[in-house]
């Protein structure tokens, strides 16, 4: 093994995904287009709910914090010199944590907002506890759908842990011949 092929073995492994390209960018395309549904709804009905009224805006972040992720994501960072690659990694990889933190602490705060009114009253526009049905069910539903598959990942996990214990820790995952 030479000196470069070991320089640049742990990158390798980090960046490496476990999908394929197509499942990747299928699924990238469909987070960015649910996160411009979200900053549209959020937009158009900024001012449609008084029980809840930072409902619109917790879309409308949420939206542009998936956006600017994915975009950081796609981002490759191409380094002067071999000595600088761990360097732009660590940048890299602190900045998505970042994101990535200030994302989890605005989806919990976004569910208080969202679930402490449930049901708004969708009619009266004049009621103190009005918030149009639009912006509502689709924030409770986008909402609502992170954890069904939140659980159903879990789920999965789990059953691939068993799967990996039964057969007595002999799967080798990620290894490589070399």
């Not at 191409?78 to 900045?95: A, R, T, Y």
Request: proline letters at 4%; charged letters at 10%.
């Amino acid at each position: 093994m030479d000196l470069e092929s070991s320089l640049y073995a742990p990158l390798r492994t980090i960046e490496e995904q476990p999908t394929s390209p197509a499942a990747s960018a299928s699924m990238k395309i469909m987070t960015c287009l649910l996160a411009i549904a979200s900053i549209t709804i959020g937009t158009v009905y900024m001012d449609s709910c008084t029980k809840q009224y930072l409902i619109p805006i917790y879309l409308i972040v949420s939206g542009s914090f998936t956006l600017f992720f994915i975009m950081l994501s796609l981002v490759s960072c191409i380094p002067s010199d071999e000595s600088n690659i761990l360097v732009c990694h660590k940048i890299g990889q602190l900045w998505k944590s970042v994101i990535s933190l200030f994302s989890f602490i605005w989806f919990i705060t976004g569910n208080v907002w969202i679930y402490q009114i449930y049901e708004p009253d969708y009619i009266d526009k004049a009621s103190p506890n009005y918030c149009d049905r639009t912006l509502y069910l689709f924030a409770f539903w986008t909402t609502t759908v992170t954890y069904i598959l939140l659980g159903i990942a879990l789920f999965l996990g789990f059953c691939g842990l068993l799967c990996a214990c039964a057969l007595g820790g002999s799967l080798r995952i990620g290894q490589r011949g070399g």
